[in-house]
């Protein structure tokens, strides 16, 4: 071969992603890393079957929303540090508590932590429901995030611990940067946020996906808001290559076909939610078509009872 067809083949090989290219005979350069520096952990959390993801580089790392508790906040800084480093920030996807009442714990052992949310009406979803809570006395297990007043001083500084992102990149410590997406309909949340790392084609996609858990379509979610959900799915699984990891907000990293089994939930609980004489028999009937999904106590329980509510005149 000449050296000019070498290095044709070299080339070629790299850009199919040909491994073997370094080892030919008379080749000289490596292919071209696709992932370099980029790399998730999955914390799994005990309670909600909720994740935070861990996303680090070669200087640092963030999380990806923190947790329904301190305790399993906790389990997703250790995680995070076992990449050498403290975290630098944490994103909450959308105002939900299995998503932001971990905050305060992760504050307490990182006291530069910045919590970072994509538009300010995400953030006004925290500070809403934090304080919807606190007045159902929810929080009491998590004092520290009681929101902070005259009568809680001891409670969470939301509106002054909460930064809204600038631009549409969140960046990393050494410099890879995942894509912002936060302009969804009111769907599984009234705001919510997603981010692509185009470097892993790795979608997190926060509750627009959940992996074999029952979905939350509880109070909050009208039928309107169902049928948004259904939409947008239906666009992420037609936005994203087929080969894409989908991270979901809830159950484990899976594939694209999450989104047209979270289209297809959505239509069975609502039809069921229409045709059954009481809750307790449209959760006997999801819980047969969906013997594998995980959480029915809460999620499901809590969406039948909004659905059923939603479907009388
Ligand atoms: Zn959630």
């Known amino acids: 071969m ?50 935070s993801y861990v996303v680090s580089d070669d200087a640092g790392a963030i999380l ?36 932001f009442l971990g905050l305060g714990a992760l504050r307490a052992e990182v006291p530069g ?35 902070r007043s005259a009568a809680a001083p001891d409670g969470f500084d939301y509106a002054g611990a909460i930064e809204v992102l600038d631009g549409d990149h969140l960046v990393l410590p050494g410099g890879e940067a995942l894509e912002v997406r936060a302009d969804y309909p009111a769907a599984e949340a009234a705001h919510t946020s997603t981010l692509y790392a185009p470097q892993l084609g790795a979608l997190f996609a926060s509750d627009l996906a959940y992996h074999d858990v029952h979905l939350w379509l509880g109070v909050g979610v009208t039928r309107d808001a169902a049928a948004a959900w259904q939409q947008v799915a239906a666009q992420l699984a037609a936005a994203y290559p087929a080969t894409t990891t ?52 809460f999620l499901l329980t809590m969406s039948v009872a909004n659905q059923r509510q939603l479907a009388r005149p």
């Open 2 to 51: 000449k050296p000019a067809t070498l290095l044709a083949t070299t080339l070629l090989l790299a850009a199919c992603g040909g491994a073997d290219a370094t080892t030919g005979a008379g080749a000289t350069a490596p292919a071209t890393p696709v992932a370099p520096h980029l790399h998730v952990d999955v914390y799994a959390a005990a309670e909600s079957n909720v994740n």
């Open 64 to 99: 990806i929303d923190a947790t329904r508790n301190s305790a399993d906040a906790r389990g997703a800084l250790a995680l995070a540090r076992a990449t050498g480093h403290d975290p630098s920030l944490v994103f909450v996807t959308h105002g939900h508590p299995d998503h």
């Open 113 to 147: 932590l910045r919590i970072v949310v994509a538009t300010e009406a995400i953030k006004q979803d925290v500070i809403g429901f934090a304080t919807w809570m606190d007045g159902q006395g929810w929080l009491d297990g998590e004092p520290g995030m009681k929101p």
């Open 246 to 297: 989908i991270y979901p907000g809830h159950g484990a990293p899976t594939d694209p076909g999450v989104f047209a089994a979270v289209r297809g939930y959505i239509d069975d609980l609502l039809a069921v939610a229409d045709a059954a004489a009481d809750d307790q028999a449209a959760i006997d009937a999801m819980v047969a078509k969906y013997p594998g999904y995980a959480n029915r106590d």
